[in-house]
């Protein structure tokens, strides 16, 4: 067995396909449909319902509450993907 030692640079080229990924299949959605519901934040993310609890109150992620929903916008779920928050 042979160890392989990753670089931070290979971490950093990982988040970066990663990244385009997850860009390339929100891409399509994006003409079609501006919100998101809850449960398609989590599997978009892979985050669990707690997590996404957590970005929601300490302000990481901006929501709406409509009924006993909540809503995100896509355009907010693409910044917390490329780092910034604001």
Avoid: C, H
Avoid at 23 to 42: F, H, M, N, Y
Avoid at 50 to 60: D, E, F, K, V
């Amino acid at each position: 067995m042979q160890l392989e030692i990753i670089t931070k640079d290979d971490l950093k080229q990982f988040k970066n396909e990663l990244l385009n990924d997850i860009k390339d299949i929100v891409k399509p959605q994006e003409k079609a449909q501006q919100w998101l519901k809850s449960a398609e934040v989590r599997k978009l993310l892979n985050i669990s319902p707690g997590t996404l609890q957590n970005l929601r109150i300490n302000g990481t992620l901006r929501f709406t509450k409509i009924g006993g929903m909540m809503y995100y916008k896509l355009e907010d779920i693409n910044r917390l993907l490329e780092g910034g928050n604001q």
